[in-house]
């Protein structure tokens, strides 16, 4: 017998039926063949044969062992009896069964405990527990992404995506889960929490946002909680700055506060954890947080403080009193006097200047002096190289210990003013003087002497940092009048700001009584706002000249698919990247749309348009005699021509879709045009294998 070319497709003979039917077999042949001819009008060869048709769409999720290719889930022979083979019994109908989907235990969603208690060969972990595998064939459900699974012998499952989102994690590795880069997201002082990959805000769940994140030396993008937002103070924004710690959304300022993550049944089964901590600016305590029964444990970390002698770890740096470079340590003094009242520490203390003393009485502090800070064995501090301090004399030390040396002495300028010890002090003839100590409680500029009588001659004879500060006047209340040395006449210099800070009015002075005048001007101004264009100067409906904002508005587009074009006032056209599609197709003209010719599709990444056409099914060069206009130029199997009918059979041994039973296939010369297992519901594909069946029958 002939080998079946491995292009063929073949039909299922029901070899028992064969066994049964075989004495009869030459005399139904030949009736069929009869019906076969008149129907083809007695020609040899074939009219209209039928063809198989091919479908040229494939499905992207489909990526297991199984796909359309004579595997597992290819079409199969109807069920025509309970155990697949023909009906001979009383009843002539066959048997069909329903496909009602997948039955527990064993189907795709049933609980399971190993692999081996699922169809799938798959039990993994869900957020409800662990299940059965779904394999990739029709799609995955929400939630669900189609990832390989299995090593070197890896399929496609249907694997969760938000398995471990928001689940306590220390690195990344604790965030992975089979299929799925999760990584691990910093939540600031309430710890690190497990992402999930995504492109965009979509693909999170509701309460969670898209954002980029450090990866590896690169980025990534993953889902994470979204911040909690709170009224906070209500402020209008953004003209207005917000307060320190709220943010301007939609107008108004808000509290903006990272979300809390909680634990999954997953992350309490692994007993996940992350590392929590209180910050300052002393140092970072941390704790750690873990996943129980009764969910996320407290954050136990304790505040920093500044390292003390006290036998403890402080500041949490791991070291015990290792007080820091800039601790000292102080002898105080105290005045007699004050409130008197009892305190353990300096706030206690309400009055003005006055402090916490040995006794735990308040009193006027005198000062407190540094010292070189020791810490026993026993956690005492002891305070070297000290002095008491006493109070400020004017004599060139800091008696009070107050990092200031006479500080309580000052020189009063004429005119007024006050100098400190040290400074420079003088003007005019006086200048290039020193503020020293003249007594231990007085101080004066040691150029005092050289002050005269103010003439005029340009020069501040007087000290008193006024030159020529003599009687004057120009009769112009607009300007100050002084005395001119050279001329011996008043000099003027503008004494009004008339400003109205209204750019749409002239200001002046009236030199009579130094009334400002505003007139109202027009043309151009400039409202604020970066988004308008043309403002100008008019009047107002109280009469007022005011800037009023132009008609016309700020041209912001950039001409870039992939970015959403604004206009914010402040600080004008904003340019944001969008996640937007462009069509496309690369094949010649007029073939788009055009037999099995489809168009594509360009997706938008960080502001660009990508060059390649996703999705596209461009024309064959050579058609197919397959019932599709592979070419795409509107004709169908044009350059095929029937030709006389061939049967041929395979037996098992010779299977070429490894079904496991014979196969026979029709053929219309060299080239397969038809051929379907026998026993499928299509009423062409089961007569035409009935027809090879009988022919195997004769053989």
Known sequence: MDQVPASSRT????????????????????????????????????????????????????????DADGGSDDAQPSDVGSDNEADVGSDTQPDVTTDTGPVC??????????????????????????????????????????????????????LPNFLSLCAPCQTNT??????????????????????????????????????TVAAGGSSAKQCKLKPKVSPGSGASCPATPCAKGETCLDGTCQSVAPSQCGCSQWA???????????????????AERTCTATGLSDCGA??????????????????????????????????????????????????????CDTNGLCHPLIGKCPGKPTCAANGALICNDTKTPKLEQCNGEDDDCDGLI????TWSAPGGGSLDIGKTCGFGPCGGGKVVCISLNEAACTTDSKATKEVCDGIDNDCDGQTD?????????????????????????????????????????????????????????????KCTVGDTCKLGATGLPQCTTGTAAANCDDANPCTDDSCAPEQGCVHLANAATQTCYTGAAGTVGV????????????????????????????????????TCNGKTDENCSATTLLLSYAPASQDVLGSGGARTTLQFGGSMVGGVAAGTDTSNSVWLGFIAWVGNLIK
């Open 105 to 158: 235990p064993g189907g795709p969603g049933c609980t399971c405990a190993k692999s081996t208690d699922c169809d799938s060969g798959q039990c993994i972990q869900v957020p409800e527990g662990y299940r059965c595998a779904q394999p990739c064939v029709t799609g995955c459900d929400p939630g669900y992404s189609c990832k390989l699974i299995g090593g070197a012998d890896a399929q496609a499952y249907c």
């Open 11 to 66: 039909f299922a003979a029901p070899c028992d039926a064969a066994r049964i039917l075989r004495a009869g077999a030459v005399a139904l042949l030949l009736t069929t063949m009869a019906l076969w001819v008149a129907g083809c009008g007695g020609d040899s060869t074939v009219a209209n044969p039928v063809t198989a048709t091919k479908d040229t769409k494939v499905d992207p999720t489909d990526l297991g062992a199984d």
């Open 302 to 355: 304790k505040t920093p403080a500044a390292e003390q002698c006290n036998l403890k770890d402080d500041d949490c740096n791991g070291i015990t009193d290792d007080l820091a470079t800039d601790f000292v340590c102080y002898k105080t003094a105290f005045a007699g006097g004050g409130s008197g009242s009892n305190c353990k520490g300096d706030a206690d203390c309400t009055t003005p200047g006055e402090a």
């Open 174 to 211: 604790d965030c992975a889960t089979v299929g799925i880069d999760a990584l691990c997201l910093d939540y600031g002082a309430l710890g690190s929490y497990c992402g999930s990959p995504c492109t965009a805000d979509s693909d999170c769940p509701t309460t969670y946002e898209c954002v």
């Open 469 to 529: 500060d003599l009687a004057c006047d120009d009769n112009n209340k607009c300007t100050t009048d002084s005395c001119d040395p050279n001329s011996g006449k008043c000099s003027t210099a503008p004494a009004v700001n008339c400003d109205d800070g209204n750019q749409c009015t002239m200001d002046s002075c009236n030199p009579k009584d130094a009334q400002c005048g505003h007139e109202a001007s027009t043309g151009s101004c400039d409202d604020g706002d």
């Open 595 to 630: 037999g099995t010719c489809v168009g594509g599709l360009r997706f938008c990444k960080d502001g660009v348009l990508g060059s390649d056409c996703l999705g596209e099914v461009l024309p064959n060069k050579n058609e197919s005699c397959d019932g599709l206009d592979d």
């Open 268 to 286: 309490v089964q692994y007993g996940k954890s992350t590392q929590c901590s209180v910050t300052n600016s002393f140092g970072s305590c941390k």
């Open 406 to 409: 006479d500080e309580d002495f």
